[in-house]
């Protein structure tokens, strides 16, 4: 149990979070007090052992834990497409038919699963079984099992979180990592200056094809153009000035909100309207109505829209 559910939501919601911390500390010191003494005859499993099932492979990139303090940025994280990063991307299909396809689950092996560079990237750090699982999981249609499988905070705030992905163990990035935080809780945190460069989010949001793969293939381009019209044009903002504003993690656009998409769209293409009206006398006594119409569209974007 989480101390946030031991209090009512609301009372829970207006203690700060430096005492929330604390609250968080004794309970955890209560509920583990029995416990260490067994932990202590045990032997010790290493954080970086490679997954080798898939249960194994969804714990180590659980983000329950960080919901109990994070409680804002998890809920709008929740609501993004990278905790969804699995299930819209019709796998299935690519599994039965064409270049990636396996006649059974166990055929798949991460280095003939290409489209799991970026949609879950974790998966690398996995044994081949466990793309046998993931694959057999996607065939069977388990939404249960794939909804847990996704773009979650430790995929960007380590193994992304530095360039070239080679993080350090146990240590996790953050933008700032200035203030206090819950040490014992939590990995311990660093700063990371990438956390806030465009390169971070081209990671995965492509530049082109992915040939280290059985079949390369080429999903996302859209870093591409950032870095080849919008900077070279004078463009001076980066992904997450657009995308994270205030940290937001809902990281819009949600092409499941089309309010809010139309809305966006409408700030971020503006458009030009002049008209000219006259009339056009090809021959004695006809007069054709003609007009001019002129329009220009701006891209207030950092790239080209629609891209992916
Ligand atoms: C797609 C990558 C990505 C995912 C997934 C992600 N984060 Fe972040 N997070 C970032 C980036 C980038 C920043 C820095 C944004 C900035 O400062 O411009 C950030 C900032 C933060 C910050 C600092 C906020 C602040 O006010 O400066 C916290 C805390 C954080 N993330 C926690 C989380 C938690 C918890 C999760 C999971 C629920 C999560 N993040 C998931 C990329 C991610
Ligand atoms: C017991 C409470 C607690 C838990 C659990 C927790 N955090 Fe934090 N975390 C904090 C506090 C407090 C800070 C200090 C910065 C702040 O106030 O946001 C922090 C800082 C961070 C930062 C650094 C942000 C920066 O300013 O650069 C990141 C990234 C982060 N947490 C991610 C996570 C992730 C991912 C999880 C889950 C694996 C997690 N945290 C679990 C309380 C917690
Ligand atoms: C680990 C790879 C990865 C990283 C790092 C990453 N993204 Fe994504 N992002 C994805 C994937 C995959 C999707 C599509 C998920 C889906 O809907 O299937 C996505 C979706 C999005 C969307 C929603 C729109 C869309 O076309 O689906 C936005 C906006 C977005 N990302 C912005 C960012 C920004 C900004 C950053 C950097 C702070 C970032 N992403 C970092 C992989 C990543
Ligand atoms: C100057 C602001 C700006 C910058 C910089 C920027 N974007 Fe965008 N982005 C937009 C706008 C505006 C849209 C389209 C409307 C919207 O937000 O709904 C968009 C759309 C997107 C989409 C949805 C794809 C589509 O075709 O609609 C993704 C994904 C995305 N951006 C990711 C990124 C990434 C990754 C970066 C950095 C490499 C980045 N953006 C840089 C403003 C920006
Ligand atoms: C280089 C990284 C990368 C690879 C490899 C990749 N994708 Fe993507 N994919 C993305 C990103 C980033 C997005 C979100 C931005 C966008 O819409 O392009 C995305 C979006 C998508 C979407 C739209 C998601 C939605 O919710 O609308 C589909 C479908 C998709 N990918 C399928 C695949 C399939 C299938 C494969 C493997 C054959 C694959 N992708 C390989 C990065 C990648």
Redesign the pocket.
Known sequence: MHSREIFPRSIWSSIPLNKRIWIHRLRTFLAVFPTIFLALILPCTGSDQQPETLKQLIDMYD?AS?QEC?EE??AQ?QNSH?ARSITGIFMARYLKKGPLSVRNPREATRKNFPCFKCHLPQLEKATDAVAAEIAAVILNNDQTTMQKLN???M???QDKGVVHGLPERDVMY???AEKEYPEEEHMRVKKSPF??QAA?CGQCHGLGPVFEFEHPIQCATLYGSYLHAYIPSGGSQTC?DCH?KK?D?TCPPNFNDRMDISKRLRQALTMEVNTLAYRFQPIENRFVPMIVLKTKITSNAGHRIPDG
């Open positions: 983000p960080c994070h940025i998890y994280w990278h773009i979650s905070c995929v960007c705030h953050g933008p700032k956390m806030k971070m997450q994270m940290a993690h």
